[in-house]
T-cell receptor, first 108, second 113 residues
Framework: SQQGEEDPQALSIQEGENATMNCSYK?????LQWYRQNSGRGLVHLIL?????REKHSGRLRVTLDTSKKSSSLLITASRAADTASYFC????????FGAGTRLFVKA | EAQVTQNPRYLITVTGKKLTVTCSQN?????MSWYRQDPGLGLRQIYY?????VTDKGDVPEGYKVSRKEKRNFPLILESPSPNQTSLYFC????WGGGYEQFFGPGTRLTVL
């Protein structure tokens, strides 16, 4: 299995701070997806970044992609307690490979 | 409301007792998948389906079966469950719209004793 790896595995920050999560993957990709999972619940799609994009924004989210390094990062700015969740990168394919995820805890 | 539903949500069973976890979506998506989630391993794809009667293996298909007789339903079958299949299972439906976006069910927590 060519699973992605995420770094850090867990992150604890104060409300208002920025949170950065990194994802490295092994396969060649067309695009990369990011998902969020609240504790024990189903994943929710956050953002897609295409292989020809280096950066993409959506609200407080900023995603970067470096296909030469096979890595991506997700930045959440001005974090809130409600951002507490696990975040996963995933290949943009029907045969999907997910990263192991980063558990983010935002303290109020 | 657009959704993916799974049943049961929680199940405790014993080794060898066949079980089925149902999955249904009301978004008319062609694509559906099953995943298992284990601590520290993220989600691993068990099977996926690209349309009715079209299924294929994901990363961890051993010990599982699926069927896709109708577009909306994609049941996961464990013919002879074993303790190493204790896990949190997610069904998802997907669509292509500039990228492959998946919509997940609420999960089924399975314990095999």
């Amino acid at each position: 299995s060519q699973q992605g790896e995420e770094d850090p595995q867990a992150l604890s920050i104060q409300e208002g701070e920025n949170a950065t999560m990194n994802c490295s993957y092994k396969t060649s990709i067309n695009n990369l997806q990011w998902y969020r999972q609240n504790s024990g619940r189903g994943l929710v799609h956050l953002i897609l970044i295409r292989s020809n994009e280096r950066e993409k924004h959506s609200g407080r989210l900023r995603v970067t992609l470096d296909t030469s390094k096979k890595s991506s990062s997700l930045l959440i700015t001005a974090s809130r307690a409600a951002d507490t969740a696990s975040y996963f990168c995933a290949t943009d394919a029907i045969k999907t490979i997910f990263g192991a995820g980063t558990r983010l805890f935002v303290k109020a | 409301e657009a959704q993916v539903t799974q049943n049961p949500r929680y199940l405790i069973t014993v080794t060898g007792k066949k079980l089925t976890v149902t999955c249904s979506q009301n978004m008319n998506h062609e694509y559906m998948s099953w995943y298992r989630q284990d601590p520290g391993l993220g989600l691993r794809q068990i099977y996926y389906s690209m349309n009715v009667e079209v299924t294929d293996k994901g990363d961890v298909p051993e010990g599982y079966k699926v069927s896709r007789k109708e577009k909306r339903n994609f049941p996961l079958i464990l013919e002879s469950p074993s303790p190493n299949q204790t896990s949190l299972y997610f069904c998802a439906s997907g669509r292509w719209g500039g990228g492959y976006e998946q919509f997940f069910g609420p999960g089924t927590r399975l314990t095999v004793l």
